[in-house]
């Protein structure tokens, strides 16, 4: 396995390595694996094909392990899905949160592959009592200051994990699953935010009480000023403006499209609507490209400014279940979920 | 702009350069631009951005040019296309046929951004009686020992080039689309053989009477046994077997996901069946991951073999108007449209 090609990336943390799509790859519907974003919790693994097994363990007492071959051997499934980092735009926040200081690139869409996560969990008998499935990556590390070194864990909910549609990829965009991105074997849950998408898998249990490791306890918790918490789990609906970007300067009376993506977890985005002058008045936008259950959706909605001076765009989606994007981002102790719409400001000139 | 590198490819041709994906990327939904086949007429155009213009004339006498980036800032809309070349399969007739001789790899499926090609033609007065639109590639060469040198020309009745889809790419897989692949602009009609696509396109014309240059009248004609003739246009509904591999050896009694993909121009694909006793029973495959309109199907069919020795697997795709795969490809003087149900041999050991 190579090593990681991360250069074309807005790096945003070296400790373990944190980088952003960059701004020109966020117009494209699709990411190339070279240009999607990347965040983990620990250093990338040392992985070693030949020796490298899956294990599933049941809490029955089953237990099988699989090698790569033997999973690519499974019937083959293809979900083109977005991912988003659950602190994506968190450097919007004010006041601050801690954490990556994440702009507007922790997103991004690519077609993944690989095998149903029910083909391997359909093999075993699970046991009677089962809630949840629980994933161990390769990865291990000290998750906080005052913690032991631990494998990233994360577990899912048993209907979810049998979902045809969670998969265990080996493959993005038709090419062999780079190491960045949890070769050989990254879990894909589709409409969740990305630290549920347990890169490096080497183990899956099934476990008769809800798991609250580190990572799904403590860290990816939605903790609200009014005392209320939540866990962090599918993205909430959101769009974003890649065209015109910020600052730029434009000319009167040109006509310009307004575009961008618009995308809402395990749902679909019924409108997107743009308002050009700072929110007084919205427009319905037009829907373009692909419409796929679990990918982000194009938008383009066509602008000539008729007056010089500073403008500030706005974008807002709605998806299919009625839910709304906020205008503001609703402020939580760790920085998670910021979905507000993000004012482009551009400059009219004569 | 780079050279290409076509070294994953399997080269048919090399005065131009031709060739094949490889059969470990056909079973993969989308191909990696590296892994996409190349077939040009001609060797690739000496292409510079800058002075770089696309030039549309229309028979009224309109003119407008526009530079890339001009093209660029014109609605952005994305599709995902299996593009297949007219001469895939060719090898398997019997007699044979002349011209590149490929095996089925001259097939494959990429996400193409660019602007729909209205967006240009909706500028211009076309004309009263225009009855197509004339496409001029940037590569330039003789097309036949008797001919002089000209550019490669194709032309599309009005009507589709002014549907939405139709579109002039710039960019392929998220990436700024390839020399080899008709940088910076090329033309994107879902449906149609490759041919239609006309690469390093640097001008479109509106005419009054419809073209028929060589690579539309002469070079890309079905010409059958019977006498009857008719252009090549619409992909011709098809499926593939991609594993298991002809001559791979299996075990007695395991179970295998025979698998592939299925295409069939601008339709859907409805359904998809497969044989393991060489086209005696007929069982459906499952229709397996992303269904676009103009991309190719995946399917998969769980096949557990009980008997050793040689097995002749075959599928036999029927699209959403009724159109099926025959058995047979239907033999024409130039060796194009072949989709005849091609066997894959396998050998079952205990």
């Known amino acids: 396995m190579n090593d990681a090609d991360t250069s074309g990336l807005k790096t945003i943390g070296t400790d373990p390595y944190v980088g952003e799509t960059p701004q020109t790859a966020l117009g494209s519907w699709l990411t190339p694996n070279s240009l999607f974003y990347v965040r983990s919790q620990f250093d990338y693994p040392d992985i070693d094909e030949n020796p490298w097994k899956l294990n599933a363990v049941s809490s029955a007492g089953d237990e099988i392990s699989l090698s790569l071959d033997e999973i690519k ?21 004010n006041p ?12 991004s869409n690519a077609v993944w592959s690989g095998t149903s996560l029910k083909s391997i969990l359909s093999k075993m008998n699970l046991g009677q009592d089962v809630v949840e499935i629980l994933f161990e990556g390769a990865d291990v590390g000290s998750p906080a200051a005052d913690k032991d070194a631990e494998p990233y864990l994360r577990s899912l909910p048993l209907d979810l994990a049998m979902h045809e549609d969670t998969l265990l990829a080996y493959e993005m965009n038709g090419e062999t699953l780079p190491l960045e991105h949890g070769y050989p074997i990254r879990l894909i849950i589709p409409g969740w935010y990305g630290m549920a998408h347990v890169k490096w898998v080497n183990k899956i249990s099934s476990i008769t009480t809800p798991f609250s490791g580190y990572f799904q ?4 918790v939605l903790k609200y000023d009014d005392g209320t918490e939540r866990p962090v789990q599918e993205i909430q609906v959101k ?7 910020e600052k730029e300067s434009l000319k009167c009376c040109e006509t310009y499209s307004v575009s961008g993506q618009a995308w809402a977890g395990r749902n679909q985005i019924k409108k997107v609507e743009v308002s050009v002058d700072g929110g007084k008045i919205w427009s319905a936008a037009q829907l373009i490209g692909p419409s796929e259950n679990y990918a982000w959706q194009q938008w383009t909605y066509s602008w000539t400014p008729d007056s010089p001076g500073d403008h500030v765009l706005l974008s807002r989606a709605t998806d299919t279940k009625g839910n709304e994007q906020p205008l503001e981002s609703r402020w939580n102790e760790l ?3 910021v979905n507000g719409s993000k004012p482009v400001n551009v400059v009219v000139s004569n």
Request: net charge positive; with cysteine; aromatic share 6%.
């Open 73 to 93: 051997q499974l019937p083959k499934h293809t979900v083109t899905v977005t991912l988003e980092c659950a602190g994506n735009n968190r450097s919007d926040l």
């Open 96 to 107: 601050p949160a801690p954490g990556n200081q994440f702009n507007n690139g922790a997103v």
């Open 217 to 220: 306890g403590e860290k990816y």
């Open 239 to 245: 769009s974003a403006i890649t065209s015109p970007r």
């Open 335 to 337: 920085g998670y979920a």
